[in-house]
């Protein structure tokens, strides 16, 4: 026995108890970590689409979503505040003058 587990009051097969299961752990963290490096070496690169006419349609079907969004959200905001008079603006005056 060593001197420290002897001061500390172990004896041999309290000391040596806990290093089985820890060597049990560590063997099945090791084989993890053989098991995950294998499956990532043994994958191919993935395939990436680079065609520039998919790409072009995916923009712009999303930008007439987004479009058609803001139309929507403007046409609301437009109906909660109408136009009912014109400012004394650059922009009042014309509008004053198109509407008669």
Known sequence: MKLDSILRGESETASQR???PL?????LVLLSAVALVGSV?????PDV???AT??????EVSSQSALEEAVV???AQAAEQPLTTTENTTYG????????
Do not use: K, P
Not at 23 to 27: C, E, T
Not at 41 to 45: D, L, T
């Open 49 to 51: 689409d680079t065609d």
């Open 18 to 20: 806990g290093m089985v």
């Open 54 to 59: 998919t790409a072009m349609e995916r923009t």
């Open 41 to 45: 070496q043994i994958q191919s690169s």
């Open 23 to 27: 060597a049990v752990i560590g063997a």
């Open 73 to 75: 959200r403007a046409t």
């Open 93 to 100: 005056r014309e509008l004053t003058a198109h509407a008669r």
